[in-house]
Nanobody, 112 residues
Framework: QFAETGGGLVQPGGSLRLSCVAS????????MAWYRQMPGSEREWIAG???????KYADSVSGRFTISRDNARNTAYLQMNSLLPADPAVYYC????????WGQGTRVTVSA
């Protein structure tokens, strides 16, 4: 299971930190990822972190978002800086190769 929190309303250029508490599997051993789904679009992968802390980003967020993890807390994070009007979406976490079970997600709105 995945429980995402931290979304909200932020002005363009602002920052948010999303958290995802995972359960039901050995978090330490699995690569994690963040995804987002914009209105009218498919869910897309945006950032991933391996169990050895190797990270990778989609071009759309590279340089602005940072993924990290805390294995002691079974938690993955997504630090989002310099948010753009193009970033509003529901943000989800899952395994890097996603399982069929998704959390509720957390909604991010970017508006002046």
């Amino acid at each position: 299971q995945f429980a995402e929190t931290g979304g909200g309303l932020v002005q363009p250029g602002g920052s948010l930190r999303l958290s995802c508490v995972a359960s039901g599997f050995d978090f330490n051993m699995r690569s994690m990822a963040w995804y987002r789904q914009m209105p009218g679009s498919e869910r897309e992968w945006i950032a991933g972190i391996s169990n050895r802390d190797e990270v990778k980003y989609a071009d759309s967020v590279s340089g602005r978002f940072t993924i990290s993890r805390d294995n002691a807390r079974n938690t993955a994070y997504l630090q989002m800086n310099s948010l753009l009007p193009a970033d509003p979406a529901v943000y989800y976490c899952n395994l890097w190769t996603p399982s069929a079970v998704w959390g509720q997600g957390t909604r991010v709105t970017v508006s002046a």
